[in-house]
């Protein structure tokens, strides 16, 4: 059973591999992408995840470029985003980008899987949601 797909937008392979390999075994498929241009070209090919992991800091194309873009089209706009970052400000920079929560790195995978489970597009209509810790 998939809990729909994931894209996963960051840099740094083993950030990436980890993130995958957790949250494929929480029944999510994955789709990834080294930077906000290879994201872009996801979903400019029809690509609608039901959540974006987005590194802030990418080369090409980081966060406040790829939100840029997202924002001129309301389907692609309307895919929550979850900011992953190292960054002390990353509260208020994922708030830049549009994002819907946030997750300082290195983060608690228990904290990770929530947070995903409560932005991600595809919950049960009678799911009751709370707030991630």
Do not use: C
Not at 62 to 82: K, T
Not at 112 to 120: F, G, K, N, P, S
């Amino acid at each position: 059973m998939s809990n729909g797909t994931i894209l996963i937008v960051d840099d740094d392979e083993d950030i990436v591999e980890t993130l995958t390999m957790v949250l494929a075994e929480a029944g999510y498929s994955i789709v990834t992408a080294s930077n906000g241009e290879g994201a872009l070209a996801h979903l400019q090919g029809g690509l609608r995840p039901a959540l974006i992991l987005l590194d802030l800091m990418m080369p090409v194309m980081n966060a406040w470029q790829l939100h840029e873009r997202l924002a001129g089209d309301p389907a692609l706009g309307a895919v929550p985003i979850v900011a992953i970052s190292g960054d002390g400000s990353i509260q208020r920079k994922a708030q830049q980008v549009g994002a819907a929560a946030w997750l300082r790195k290195p983060f608690d995978l228990v904290d990770l899987l929530e947070t995903v489970r409560h932005h991600a597009l595809v919950s049960a209509p009678s799911e009751q949601r709370e707030e991630p810790r």
